[in-house]
């Protein structure tokens, strides 16, 4: 599979938005849109989304037939590309996924991933898969650490790559990922993303806005969902939520 086109803009309120705005007057792509800058980004939750120059701000635009609960295995899929390119300039051994989707370089959080979607015109389901990496500068005064590439650097790499150069890898590398989806379902997505995912047989505590809850992680469920096993011995199937894995958060 060819990967998308890349559209790089100097400035936008948020990737993600302008995917929105496209979605909604009736294109289709798949289309990456990349900016230098942004000045609204967003994260989870509402959260904003620090946007420092030298840093990677990116949204696929993809439109799928599939149902909402499949359409969301895509966030696993955009955590396997942003760890792939991540590789190519850090040492691997560096590189993890914390459940479901931020990417840790060195056990710290140098990505977010934030996907939405719609009804399309076209009958099928509109994606906005957004994706930030801190290439070049690490957040301060985030709620929690973050992470920059420009620290891990392999020994033999000089410097992070520039925009338009990682936007294309990105773009390739999620290609590949997407290929394997579309041919071969989501569970061999499942078994990479979880080789990439410490964490996910011992102690965890899951904040979910209205509770908090603790156990033993006991890996995931086909699709996805943390299976955290509780006290009381009952299992509890996570599908979105904060979790942090070992010692209380």
């Not at 590189?95 to 996907?115: C, Q, Y």
């Not at 979607?117 to 301060?140: D, T």
């Not at 590949?176 to 995912?197: E, K, N, S, Y």
């Not at 009952?234 to 894995?245: C, K, T």
């Amino acid at each position: 599979m060819d990967a998308a086109p890349v559209l790089l803009f100097d400035q936008l309120d948020s990737t993600n938005a302008e995917a929105r705005r496209r979605a909604e007057a009736g294109e289709a792509g798949p289309l990456w849109i990349t900016t230098r800058r942004q000045t609204q980004g967003r994260g989870r939750r509402g959260r904003e989304w620090a946007s420092q120059d030298g840093n990677l701000f990116a949204t696929l635009l993809h439109v799928v037939t599939k149902s909402p609960a499949e359409a969301a295995q895509i966030t696993f899929i955009a955590a396997l590309a942003v760890a792939d390119l991540l590789d190519r300039y850090a040492p691997p051994s560096l590189v993890t996924i914390k459940w479901p989707n931020d990417v840790m370089l060195a056990g710290v959080k140098a990505s977010g991933i934030l996907v939405e979607s719609g009804a399309h015109a076209s009958g099928g389901l509109w994606l906005a898969v957004g994706i930030g990496v801190n290439l070049s500068h690490a957040p301060q005064g985030t709620e929690r650490p973050a992470a920059a590439l420009v620290d891990h650097l392999a020994a033999d790499v000089a410097a992070p790559p520039a925009i338009e150069v990682a936007s294309r890898q990105l773009a390739d590398v999620f290609a590949v990922w997407l290929h394997r989806w579309d041919t071969l379902g989501f569970q061999p997505i499942l078994d990479a993303w979880a080789a990439r995912t410490p964490g996910l047989d011992g102690p965890a505590i899951a904040r979910l806005g209205h509770e908090t809850v603790e156990g033993l992680a006991e890996g995931v469920a086909a699709d996805g969902a943390l299976k955290l096993r509780l006290g009381d011995g009952s299992l509890r199937l996570i599908s979105a939520g904060d979790v942090f894995f070992g010692e209380a958060a």
